[in-house]
């Protein structure tokens, strides 16, 4: 694998030293948006496999469909690549090849692995696909031109490891091996029934597997390792964390959603914590962060809490006194003390409500906002009637999409300042 990737990444440098020394074109095996250990690995896998039996003059490569930077949010990738002794740095990432440059150009193939539909951001690209297997609902349109594999197991890598054993078997080595096993493993719980994602296809899968390579890791350690990594966030800065499992929604404000790993009183006495969640909202242009800490208590048990940040008061509060009253599921929150103005804390006594419940109650909080509720002035705090945001709105997707200020925040002079206390001054503050 090392080797394949290294010649990859040659091809790439020559690509870019000029046009005598390009490859005819590139066929790129490309995961999912998420980028989890499942995606890399059937991308890698995959290309891998194709660059073996494949006779085209294009180049096979695995992309990581994340940029360079945002590796260190995949602990559990990370950690993996590291136990197969794979260097980090041989991968390749979305922004290091302009796909929509190689399409125009009419030297794109792509293969869709852990996914079936390409984002309407990459529409663009989708003449370019000739191949897709995938584990998800199957949403892709028939075509002749593309031939399809969506079947309903644990794990894609089960669809991709079946491939490779049915073609090409010989290609399989302890290292690719591993890659594909601790993929499935992951996905499918370890193996357990009762956590409803093992299927008999991906039980065999691993069956095969461990007789063909006995050197594998112990299956209950390999998934404990793996599980545990996931949700590893030591090293990580406050904005790695909060981009580590975020989700964002907006209407006539823009509020994300990010599940941190570790306990609210921990998080919070993090120097200089309200400072680097202000930075966080004017970088990626939210108004309103919702934080919500898991950790477990010795027997195991799940402890939920939440914090809300903003800048403006009232929207603070109008959506801590929303998060309150829910009732489809009650939070049965229960405030708890904090040090900084901009952050109201609760412990959340409905510890099974996850983000997935609590995303919805957010999402009527901001229809109810469309009325004419809280806006944000994402510069200094409170935006008053007949004012505009200079900020562009987030992408739903920051972590994957990019952000409307990588070339820098707006201006802020201080006349703008001055003007700005003066009308609150006028209008009482908030």
């Known amino acids: 694998m090392e080797e394949f990737l290294t010649s990859c990444r040659r091809v790439l440098q020559a690509q870019d030293s000029g046009p005598d020394s390009a490859c005819s074109g590139f066929h790129v095996v490309l995961g999912n948006e998420a980028c989890d250990v499942d995606s890399m690995v059937c991308s890698l896998a995959y290309a891998y496999f194709l660059s073996k039996t494949l006779q085209s003059e294009m180049l096979v490569l695995p992309l990581l469909n994340i940029r360079q930077s945002e590796l260190v949010l995949r602990s559990d990738v990370v950690f ?16 290091q090849l302009n796909l929509r440059a190689l399409q125009r150009a009419g030297r794109l193939r792509l293969t869709l692995v852990d996914h079936n539909v390409l984002p309407s951001s990459d529409s663009h690209l989708e003449g370019a696909v000739v191949e897709v297997i ?5 949403e892709r349109e028939p075509s002749p031109s593309c031939p399809v594999t ?13 491939v490779i054993l049915q073609k090409a078997p010989e290609i399989l080595d302890q290292q690719v091996a591993q890659l594909l096993y601790a993929a499935v493993v992951l996905d499918c719980v370890n193996m ?17 597997l461990e007789r063909r390579f006995p050197a594998l890791p112990e299956r209950g ?11 590893d966030v030591s090293g990580l800065n406050t904005e790695q964390m909060l981009l580590k499992d975020m989700k964002s929604v907006s209407s006539s404000l823009s509020l994300a959603v990010s599940v941190l790993y570790v306990r609210l009183e921990d998080f919070l006495q993090r120097a200089q914590v309200e400072a680097e969640l202000s930075s966080f909202c004017l970088k990626f242009g939210f108004d309103l962060l919702l934080m919500m800490t898991i950790s477990f208590t010795e027997s ?27 009732q489809n599921p009650p939070l049965e929150l229960r405030p708890i ?11 959340q006594g409905n510890s099974v409500a996850s983000r997935k419940k609590l995303l919805p109650i957010v999402k009527d909080f901001l229809k109810e906002q469309e009325g004419g509720g809280c806006l944000v002035d994402r510069r200094l705090g409170y935006l008053g009637e007949g004012e505009e945001s200079q900020v562009p709105p987030t992408p739903m997707n920051s972590l994957v999409d990019g ?17 700005k206390f003066s009308r609150l001054s006028s209008r009482g503050g908030e």
């Not at 350690?221 to 949700?231: E, H, M």
């Not at 048990?301 to 903003?310: D, H, K, M, T």
């Open 80 to 95: 993996l690549l590291g136990q197969i002794g794979l260097p980090p740095e041989l991968l390749l990432f979305r922004d």
């Open 134 to 138: 995938d584990h998800h609902l199957l």
């Open 150 to 162: 969506v079947d309903t197991v644990g794990s894609c890598a089960t669809l991709v490891t079946e």
């Open 192 to 208: 357990a029934p009762s956590a409803g994602k093992v299927t008999p296809r991906d039980a065999e899968l691993v069956a095969a």
């Open 221 to 231: 350690a390999l998934f404990q390792q793996l599980n545990d990594a996931k949700f």
């Open 300 to 326: 195991k048990e799940p402890i939920r809490e939440l914090a809300v940040f903003s800048h403006s008061a009232a929207c603070r509060e109008e959506l801590s006194l929303h998060l309150e009253q829910a």
């Open 337 to 347: 003390s904090s040090n900084h103005p901009n952050i109201l804390a609760y412990h």
């Open 403 to 419: 952000c409307p200020l990588d070339d820098g925040l707006p201006s802020i002079s201080a006349q703008d300042l001055e003007d």
